[in-house]
């Protein structure tokens, strides 16, 4: 619509709209409305801001406990799925602990080299377990994977025992040369 059918439009209606008059005094209060509403705020309102916030800070703290509560680790979510793998991994991961304390013991300069590769070793096989979780928790094939888990830390057992092993036949050849040293 072009301005000069718009005005057109406001002229025919302008009976309809200009009805009534606003009552004596009217301009005077609201004057007095304006001039006030500058100088002093009312003591009603004052208390919505700052009500409003702390409001706003509950809500936002109680959703991140109520968040945090709601979320599962991802041991909670594989002992979900199976409880014995939970049992195993909880039996398991103490047993290589313990070799893993042993291992660190054991450490020598002859026996250096041969503890490296065991972690290095070890950390490999760490990793391939946490991917065997996360295809776990992504709802592949159950069965085989859990036996791929628990083969998994038979593998990590067998190291430790096969490195243990070998150290303890590198410090009896270390003990017979210092004999045949000594002799």
Do not use: C
Not at 57 to 78: C, D, F, N, Y
Not at 84 to 92: A, G
Not at 144 to 166: K, P, S
């Amino acid at each position: 619509m072009k301005d000069h059918q718009l005005n057109e439009l406001f002229e025919k209606a302008r009976p309809h709209f200009d009805h009534k008059e606003p009552l004596p005094g009217h301009q005077a209060r609201f004057l007095e409305k304006l001039n006030d509403a500058g100088t002093e705020p009312s003591k009603g309102v004052s208390w919505w801001k700052p009500l409003s916030i702390a409001a706003s800070i509950v809500l936002v703290v109680a959703l991140s406990i109520g968040q945090g509560l709601l979320k599962t680790t991802e041991q909670e979510r594989i002992a979900e799925i199976s409880p014995e793998i939970s049992n195993s991994q909880f039996y398991f991961a103490n047993i290589i602990e313990q070799q893993v304390k042993q291992l660190e013991q054991e450490n020598s300069p002859e026996t250096k080299k041969i503890i490296e590769d065991a972690l290095e070793q070890l950390a490999l096989l760490e990793s391939d377990y946490k991917k065997l979780e996360n295809d776990l928790l992504k709802g592949g094939d159950d069965k085989f994977i859990l036996q791929a888990m628990i083969q998994n830390f038979q593998t990590r057992i067998d190291l430790m025992q096969d490195v243990l092993a070998q150290i303890e036949i590198i410090k009896t050849l270390k003990n017979q040369q210092n004999e045949n040293n000594i002799t």
